[in-house]
């Protein structure tokens, strides 16, 4: 009430289903009106991989540009209201597409087409954001991203399991091997793919997940 308009107490909390980086929920009040909250999972987590301010301050920032993304409401960094770091943003309408018979019941045959076209524009419009413009100059390093990013897999995978896979160490150093010279820098999404989209029965991507 205190953050966000026209909100109606009390509040109904509901887990949504199938993300594995974050906890969501859908948050409904007395008049019906939904959002979706947004937090780290419970117990342990990896570091720097459930970091919610950055995907908050990340979709804030591309709310001017031509990426779909949803509104947001705010963002909460005190624990004491329910033990860690959440945003609120608001609900947007869609489906999530994870096999083909979904896909089918959701999506007109007519207009499959055009979610494939749409899906690879969505991603083109991350590539085309001026992070200078949207104040996301900042976000990260540039230089050696590919490196960057196999050390962190590698980092990350070692610190999920004890189990001894030198076929995993082996696949990195093949990849830092032949890393192809980096000629630009430029916002990517990290896991940009159908299930983290929603999408309209049109085909069109009303909003991109999961950053």
């Known amino acids: 009430r205190e953050h966000a308009e026209g909100v109606v107490p009390p509040l109904t909390f509901s887990?949504?289903?199938?993300?594995?980086?974050?906890?969501?929920?859908?948050?409904?009040d007395q008049?019906?009106?939904?959002?979706v909250l947004r937090r780290p999972p419970l117990?342990?987590?990896?570091?720097?991989?459930h970091d919610?301010?950055?995907?908050?301050?990340?979709?804030?920032?591309?709310?001017?540009?031509?990426?779909?993304?949803?509104?947001?409401?705010?963002l909460c960094q005190n624990p004491t209201?329910?033990?860690?770091?959440?945003?609120v943003m608001k609900f947007v309408e869609g489906h999530v597409l994870r096999f083909a018979d979904e896909a089918t019941d959701a999506i007109a045959d007519d207009s499959?087409?055009?979610l494939a076209t749409n899906l690879i524009d969505g991603l083109a419009a991350i590539h085309e954001v001026d992070l200078e413009a949207v104040g996301l100059a900042d976000l990260g390093k540039r230089e050696a991203y590919v490196a960057r990013q196999l050390r962190t897999w590698l980092r990350q995978f070692s610190s999920m399991?004890?189990?001894?896979?030198?076929?995993?160490?082996?696949?990195?150093?093949?990849?830092?091997?032949?890393?192809?010279?980096?000629?630009?820098?430029?916002?990517?999404?990290?896991?940009?793919?159908?299930?983290n989209c929603l999408v309209t029965g049109a085909g069109e991507v009303a909003a991109v997940l999961d950053w």
């Open 43 to 49: 117990g342990h987590i990896l570091v720097g991989a």
């Open 15 to 28: 887990l949504i289903t199938g993300g594995h980086s974050n906890l969501t929920y859908r948050v409904v």
């Open 161 to 195: 399991t004890a189990r001894d896979l030198p076929v995993i160490t082996e696949v990195h150093d093949h990849l830092t091997a032949t890393i192809p010279e980096q000629r630009t820098a430029t916002l990517v999404h990290g896991d940009y793919r159908l299930d």
């Open 112 to 114: 499959m087409d055009s």
């Open 81 to 87: 209201v329910n033990g860690a770091d959440f945003y």
């Open 31 to 35: 008049a019906g009106t939904k959002w």
């Open 52 to 74: 919610v301010a950055r995907e908050h301050r990340l979709m804030s920032a591309l709310a001017s540009t031509q990426v779909a993304v949803p509104p947001i409401v705010g």
